[in-house]
């Protein structure tokens, strides 16, 4: 169970699944989701792949060391009914403090990326469109930087914060191309 609604005070876990996962990022569906629009094991393991090749490393390389909160070595991915529809993905900077009354009580004290369950599964199907992985470089971005802007007690601009993930989702776009055969990066 995981706290899905991007508030501190949210006072009720919801149910997930895990779907898919490896050594870096475990995914996770909202379970009333799961039941009318499960998630793919093709859209699923295209996010695994991409974020320990394309992902993983570039974050810390540019921004800092990912927060590793609940220890399990683990990113979570885990789609949200909260997400607005002009949403695909979203960073809790709640999920950075402890769940108490003191901290945030919404808290799922962990690194977690809340996607829409349709920019994934915009993966699969006969038109597919693959923006869901780049997302994932950008959110990345956030779980570090607002995590290191909770613990300094200081966060950057909106433009700042914004446009520096958009470089993150870009060059990992950009190594993705030139590791399946486009113009070496550089």
Not at 35 to 54: E, I, K, N
Request: with cysteine; proline share 4%.
């Amino acid at each position: 169970d995981l706290y899905l609604g991007l508030t501190c005070t949210q006072s009720a876990t919801s149910p997930v699944v895990r779907v898919n996962f490896n050594d870096d990022l475990a995914i996770y569906q909202d379970s009333v989701e799961r039941d009318s629009l499960p998630l793919t094991a093709a859209a699923t393991s295209r996010m695994l792949s991409y974020f320990t090749h394309y992902v993983r490393d570039l974050v810390p390389m540019y921004w800092g060391t990912t927060p590793d909160i609940d220890g399990n070595g683990r990113v979570i991915l885990t789609t949200s009914r909260s997400l607005p529809d002009s949403v695909s993905a979203a960073v809790f900077s709640g999920d950075f403090v402890a769940n108490t009354a003191n901290g945030c009580t919404g808290s799922n004290e962990a690194e977690v990326m809340y996607f829409s369950q349709n920019t994934i599964g915009n993966m699969d199907g006969p038109d597919p469109t693959y923006l869901a992985l780049s997302i994932m470089a950008h959110e990345m971005k956030h779980v570090t930087s607002l995590y290191h802007g909770v613990a300094r007690g200081e966060f950057h601009d909106n433009w700042i914060e914004e446009g520096t993930a958009e470089i993150s989702q870009t060059i990992s776009s950009r190594l993705a191309w030139a590791g399946i055969g486009g113009p070496a990066v550089g």
